[in-house]
């Protein structure tokens, strides 16, 4: 049994290896069997680049992920990101990085994350006014 490999499609970021099974190092020769094992795809990155997503929490104000604000940015708010660890490489361009339609939340992720909401701080001062 003899294997080979051909890229053989593009995927947007994809590029599609067909693997097939030969039963002679020939190849396809007439009277020998070939047979697709399977395809993998794999992710094309250019020059070094990876983008990452990371879903902002706001469970202020009783938002629930049940009424869809729970992953709202909210004006007035100061959203503090804490990366805490990179657990694999991120997507090959940030057009890949969207929400899963069926499932937008518990979607694969490559990065853990440590969010703090935090509220604006007022700051207040005394002032005279006049010439």
Request: charge should be negative.
């Amino acid at each position: 049994v003899y294997y080979g490999s051909s890229f053989s499609t593009s995927e947007g970021i994809y590029s599609v290896v067909t693997i097939k099974k030969y039963s002679h190092p020939k190849n396809a020769l007439p009277g020998y069997k070939e047979s697709i094992e399977g395809t993998i795809r794999i992710f094309q990155y250019t020059g070094g680049t990876c983008y990452y997503r990371v879903n902002v929490e706001d469970n202020m104000d009783g938002k629930t992920e049940a009424n869809n604000l729970f992953y709202s940015v909210m004006r007035n708010r100061f959203y503090n990101v804490n990366i805490s660890k990179i657990t694999s490489i991120g997507y090959p361009d940030d057009e890949d990085v969207t929400v899963d339609p069926t499932d937008p939340i518990n979607q694969k992720t490559y990065m853990q994350a440590h969010i703090t909401v935090e509220p604006w701080t007022k700051v207040e001062q005394d002032a005279e006014l006049g010439m």
